[in-house]
């Protein structure tokens, strides 16, 4: 069974919403991120959150649109994408780790040694 389990991707039109859930499987995770890869691209940081939701970190450019939230009691982390764009379609990924929260660590792929398969997300014109 994989530690964390991504899903409700689909496809929607330019505009509409998504929510997707990572199912976190394994105990004491702390940091949760999301990323995303789109095809011929590198994988890339979407957003996070620490084991207690009080602190987040955004990509940039995906502030106020996308927003992650954390619920312990059902092992769940989620991301709310809004007003979604054509060049949001991704395969998203939520990942986890089990370090202290560091900013300038949170957004890098490699200090998250637990992945899960990812869910596709295709946003049409």
């Known amino acids: 069974q994989e530690p964390l389990a991504e899903t409700g991707g689909g496809l929607v039109q330019a505009g509409d919403s998504l929510r997707l859930s990572c199912e976190i499987r394994?105990?004491?995770?702390?940091?949760v991120a999301w990323f995303r890869q789109a095809p011929g691209n590198e994988r890339d940081f979407v957003t996070a959150?620490?084991?207690?939701?009080?602190?987040?970190y955004y990509e940039e450019s995906l502030k106020g649109r996308f927003t992650i939230s954390r619920d312990n009691a059902k092992n769940i982390v989620s991301l709310q994408m809004s007003s979604l764009k054509p060049e949001d379609t991704a395969v998203y990924y939520c990942?986890?780790?089990?370090?202290?929260?560091?900013?300038?660590?949170?957004?890098?792929?490699?200090?998250?040694?637990?992945w899960g398969q990812g869910t596709q997300v295709t946003v049409s014109s």
């Open positions: 394994t105990l004491s995770v702390h940091n």
């Open positions: 990942a986890a780790n089990f370090a202290d929260w560091r900013v300038e660590n949170v957004k890098v792929s490699s200090e998250y040694p637990l």
């Open positions: 959150i620490n084991w207690s939701g009080t602190r987040t």
